[in-house]
């Protein structure tokens, strides 16, 4: 899923979030180990023509997961305009990553 969000002061920013079902609560483990070390570029988002933005250069700074048995629920956050604080992105991430499967 990729969301756009409009903030105050003309703050705005692309939310991606990911749902990956794996075959066993190991492998889920496994993974979410995988991509919680920064730098893995483990699961491709959307691009952002989806949301009307241009291409997005993901940084995985603004990031949180979760897993939840055999499923491992990841959430980035990259500012498209102002000046979001990483404070500000990775809370929106920390929300993102609680969002139940659609």
Request: glycine residues 8%; aromatic residues 4%.
């Amino acid at each position: 899923m990729l969301v756009r969000l409009n903030g105050s002061n003309s703050t705005v920013v692309v939310v991606s979030v990911a749902w990956v079902e794996m075959r066993s609560t190991l492998a889920a483990l496994r993974l979410r180990e995988l991509v919680d070390t920064h730098g893995t570029g483990n699961v491709s988002p959307l691009p952002g023509a989806v949301v009307g933005a241009g291409p997005i250069r993901w940084t995985g700074h603004n990031y949180d997961s979760r897993r939840d048995r055999r499923t491992v629920v990841i959430a980035e956050v990259e500012p498209l305009a102002g000046a979001p604080t990483p404070a500000y992105m990775d809370g929106i991430a920390d929300v993102a990553a609680e969002f139940p499967r659609p």
